[in-house]
Nanobody, 115 residues
Framework: QLQLVESGGGLVQAGGSLRLSCAAS????????VGWYRQAPGKQRELVAA???????NYADAVKGRFTISRDNAKNTVSLQMNVLKPEDTAVYYC?????????WGQGTQVTVSS
């Protein structure tokens, strides 16, 4: 079983950067595929970026070229570097880990981008 804790959210001006971190406790994190999702008020949760256990990545079109997902299996963390932030990036960001027919979510971290 995993527990996921997100951190790094906050308030930033448009054009700025933030780095989110998802820290996992529990065994086998390196075998999980991990995704960052976001949910803005009144909208459905959407996938932002994902990284497989093997290190392959994919991104939503809206963040390609601005966001970078990475993982450090030695530290049981997955990070999301967010650059050139836009007001439409404002949302609660969640970390999700999937593997072995199990899925886990963190509690989320708020990202607010002011114009």
């Amino acid at each position: 079983q995993l527990q996921l804790v997100e951190s790094g959210g906050g308030l930033v001006q448009a054009g700025g950067s933030l780095r989110l971190s998802c820290a996992a406790s529990g065994s086998g994190f390196r075998f999980y595929d991990v995704g960052w999702y976001r949910q803005a008020p009144g909208k459905q949760r959407e996938l932002v970026a994902a990284i497989t256990s093997g290190g392959s990545t994919n991104y939503a079109d809206a963040v390609k070229g601005r966001f970078t997902i990475s993982r450090d299996n030695a530290k049981n963390t997955v990070s999301l570097q967010m650059n050139v932030l836009k007001p439409e990036d404002t949302a609660v960001y969640y970390c999700n880990a999937e593997g072995g027919f199990r899925g886990y979510w963190g509690q989320g971290t708020q990202v607010t981008v002011s114009s």
